[in-house]
């Protein structure tokens, strides 16, 4: 790096790249770029739809991972490649904000970019390809809520919740149970619902997994499941009618806030601290009984003697429960978190129908089982399966279909799967390219051919000739004017979406556009990377 002065006499950096630098900029840069994020797309190609592929993920300490969700499989890869990252954080944006369609966000993003390479081979300058793009974005999602259908959403009709949730499932390794899944997922979603303001806090449903038992054990408990056991082994297992203390201040002696020395010179002086502690234990454990309590949950430990304690007086009790965990019980039980045991009223109890102790298998794994709660709005889904590996898994499953659920409640709009809106809207954004007449219709043309990327896919991936089927298709949706008519990955004769009950919530498909189409515009945009280096 050296200064130099122009003829005006203002400086300016001259920054010396040979060497000590890399550069590259220019079309050389945005091919390197759109190389980048098209492998990227590449790989999770085959994981889409419901015959796609898994991938086996191994960690450095060689943990395994089996998936074929495209935001798992990004988040585990180790990518160095600043353009790559740009895809790994748009399935990471797909996956937050609506929970579903990951994979194929990523697979169109990468379909966009190998368009717009065609295009500026072709000498378009990357920022009217970008223009274009945006264009037919706009398009595609008007298009796109014309042709939705509107669903009736209540708590006596679940058919059209129960399908979506089993279409967003049967992409998934949980196929052979995606009904019993979605029946649950919607229950759930149902139960934190608010349905007049369209509105669900997915944090009141606790996924919990454990090993062991069949994925069909899989359950939903109208409560909160703890992965703990009572403190003392000797306590009831199972109590009905349950006020339970919810404390987050620790069974022990109060510490001093600075530091002392206590010296004990005779055995009368060892005695009387004895004695002094076990009343700050008796003091407390009766604070919590006379406050009608059977039940104490606390967010600390305690030692031995404060746990016989606690047996004697027949107060069942359970330790070191988490912060999250004691909010769930809290709002389920309709309790109070109390901090300090001066502050222990009736009023702030939870009740519960029953909290009982399950035990799994010869493992002795235990967990508490709070159900049938004050206020029914806090759930668990309690999930099991063959190993850990399985369980993870599953527990991702059910998080798509929670969201998937979560999204018709806030907007009751479906378009129709297997390729089906795709292919519809790429007709309607081609169509809308001969009205353009600047040269962002090549742009436009080009997305067009990109939305048929996820048919090809699905055509692909289900063992069809991919470009004899997408004809197929393409031509009877022209013919019939038909925007349902999709690719028939399950081999059910009929390629009419409707009839199969492939649904997708519209929310995720226009996000799914919209998403894709802002990451490929910043990475059509950068055409100059200056890698720092020693100086």
């Given at each position: 790096?050296?200064?130099?002065?122009?003829?005006?006499?203002?400086?300016?950096?001259?920054?010396?790249?040979?060497?000590?630098?890399?550069?590259?900029?220019?079309?050389?840069?945005?091919?390197?770029h759109?190389?980048?994020?098209?492998?990227?797309?590449?790989?999770?190609?085959?994981?889409?739809?419901?015959?796609?592929?898994?991938?086996?993920l191994?960690?450095?300490?060689?943990?395994?991972?089996?998936?074929?969700?495209?935001?798992?499989?990004?988040?585990?890869?180790?990518?160095?490649?600043?353009?790559?990252?740009?895809?790994?954080?748009?399935?990471?944006?797909?996956?937050?904000?609506?929970?579903?369609?990951?994979?194929?966000?990523?697979?169109?993003?990468?379909?966009?970019?190998?368009?717009?390479?065609?295009?500026?081979?072709?000498?378009?300058?990357?920022?009217?390809?970008?223009?274009?793009?945006?264009?037919?974005?706009?398009?595609?999602?008007?298009?796109?809520?014309?042709?939705?259908?509107?669903i009736?959403?209540?708590?006596?009709?679940?058919?059209?919740?129960?399908?979506?949730?089993?279409?967003?499932?049967?992409?998934?390794?949980?196929?052979?149970?995606?009904?019993?899944?979605?029946?649950?997922?919607?229950?759930?979603?149902?139960?934190?619902?608010?349905?007049?303001?369209?509105?669900v806090?997915?944090?009141?449903?606790?996924?919990?997994?454990?090993?062991?038992?069949?994925?069909?054990?899989?359950?939903?408990?109208?409560?909160?499941?703890?992965?703990?056991?009572?403190?003392?082994?000797?306590?009831?297992?199972?109590i009905?009618?349950?006020?339970?203390?919810?404390?987050?201040?620790?069974?022990?002696?109060?510490?001093?806030?600075?530091?002392?020395?206590?010296?004990?010179?005779t055995?009368?002086?060892?005695?009387?601290?004895?004695?002094?502690?076990?009343?700050?234990?008796?003091?407390?454990?009766?604070?919590?009984?006379?406050?009608?309590?059977?039940?104490?949950?606390?967010?600390?430990?305690?030692?031995?003697?404060?746990?016989?304690?606690?047996?004697?007086?027949?107060?069942?009790?359970?330790?070191?429960?988490?912060?999250?965990e004691?909010?769930?019980?809290?709002?389920?039980?309709?309790?109070?978190?109390?901090?300090?045991?001066?502050?222990?009223?009736?009023?702030?109890?939870?009740?519960?129908?029953?909290?009982?102790?399950?035990?799994?298998?010869?493992?002795?794994?235990?967990?508490?089982?709070?159900?049938?709660?004050?206020?029914?709005?806090?759930?668990?889904?309690?999930?099991?399966?063959?190993?850990?590996?399985?369980?993870?898994?599953?527990?991702?499953?059910?998080?798509?279909?929670?969201?998937?659920?979560?999204?018709?409640?806030?907007?009751?709009?479906?378009?129709?799967?297997?390729?089906?809106?795709d292919?519809?809207?790429?007709?309607?954004?081609?169509?809308?390219?001969?009205?353009?007449?600047?040269?962002?219709?090549?742009?436009?043309?080009?997305?067009?051919?990109?939305?048929?990327?996820?048919?090809?896919?699905?055509?692909?991936?289900?063992?069809?000739?991919?470009?004899?089927?997408?004809?197929?298709?393409?031509?009877?949706?022209?013919?019939?004017?038909?925007?349902?008519?999709?690719?028939?990955?399950?081999?059910?004769?009929t390629?009419?979406?409707?009839?199969?009950?492939?649904?997708?919530?519209?929310i995720?498909?226009?996000?799914?556009?919209?998403?894709?189409?802002?990451?490929?515009?910043?990475?059509?945009?950068?055409?100059d990377?200056?890698?720092?280096?020693?100086?």
């Open positions: 790096m050296s200064l130099a002065f122009d003829e005006y006499g203002r400086p300016f950096i001259i920054i010396r790249e040979q060497g000590k630098k890399e550069r590259i900029h220019g079309i050389e840069a945005q091919k390197q759109i190389l980048a994020a098209r492998t990227i797309a590449g790989m999770l190609r085959t994981s889409l739809g419901p015959k796609g592929m898994d991938k086996i191994m960690s450095p300490d060689g943990e395994l991972t089996i998936t074929n969700d495209g935001a798992t499989i990004l988040e585990h890869m180790e990518i160095e490649n600043q353009i790559a990252k740009l895809m790994v954080d748009l399935s990471k944006s797909q996956d937050d904000e609506v929970g579903d369609g990951t994979t194929g966000v990523v697979v169109l993003a990468g379909a966009l970019l190998e368009q717009a390479e065609q295009l500026i081979d072709k000498g378009i300058h990357p920022i009217r390809i970008a223009d274009g793009y945006e264009l037919a974005a706009n398009i595609a999602v008007k298009h796109l809520e014309e042709i939705s259908d509107v009736e959403i209540n708590k006596e009709k679940l058919d059209f919740l129960k399908k979506t949730a089993v279409t967003t499932l049967c992409s998934k390794i949980v196929t052979r149970w995606q009904d019993q899944l979605a029946d649950i997922c919607v229950k759930a979603v149902l139960a934190v619902a608010d349905l007049e303001r369209k509105d806090n997915l944090d009141l449903i606790k996924v919990e997994g454990k090993e062991g038992g069949r994925m069909e054990d899989t359950q939903l408990v109208y409560g909160v499941v703890v992965d703990k056991e009572f403190s003392h082994p000797q306590m009831v297992k199972e009905t009618d349950a006020k339970i203390c919810i404390l987050t201040c620790p069974f022990e002696p109060p510490k001093t806030k600075t530091k002392v020395n206590l010296n004990i010179k055995v009368d002086d060892y005695k009387k601290l004895q004695e002094m502690e076990q009343k700050y234990f008796v003091d407390m454990v009766e604070k919590v009984k006379s406050s009608g309590a059977n039940l104490a949950i606390c967010q600390w430990g305690f030692d031995d003697e404060a746990n016989h304690l606690l047996l004697h007086r027949q107060l069942p009790a359970v330790r070191w429960v988490g912060g999250q004691l909010e769930l019980i809290a709002i389920a039980t309709g309790g109070r978190i109390v901090p300090r045991f001066e502050e222990i009223s009736p009023e702030k109890l939870g009740k519960a129908g029953k909290v009982r102790e399950i035990s799994f298998g010869t493992t002795k794994d235990r967990m508490l089982v709070i159900e049938g709660c004050e206020n029914s709005r806090a759930v668990t889904i309690l999930v099991r399966g063959g190993n850990k590996m399985v369980v993870e898994e599953v527990k991702r499953c059910i998080h798509d279909a929670l969201c998937v659920t979560r999204n018709l409640i806030t907007d009751n709009r479906i378009v129709y799967g297997g390729g089906a809106a292919l519809s809207c790429s007709l309607a954004v081609a169509k809308a390219a001969d009205n353009i007449s600047t040269i962002e219709q090549y742009a436009v043309r080009a997305f067009a051919e990109a939305l048929e990327t996820i048919p090809t896919a699905l055509a692909e991936n289900s063992g069809y000739s991919p470009i004899e089927t997408l004809t197929a298709v393409k031509v009877r949706q022209i013919t019939e004017k038909n925007p349902r008519l999709g690719i028939d990955c399950n081999g059910r004769g390629n009419d979406m409707k009839e199969q009950c492939v649904f997708d919530s519209l995720a498909r226009r996000q799914q556009l919209l998403l894709a189409t802002q990451v490929v515009k910043m990475i059509l945009k950068i055409d990377v200056i890698k720092q280096g020693s100086v």
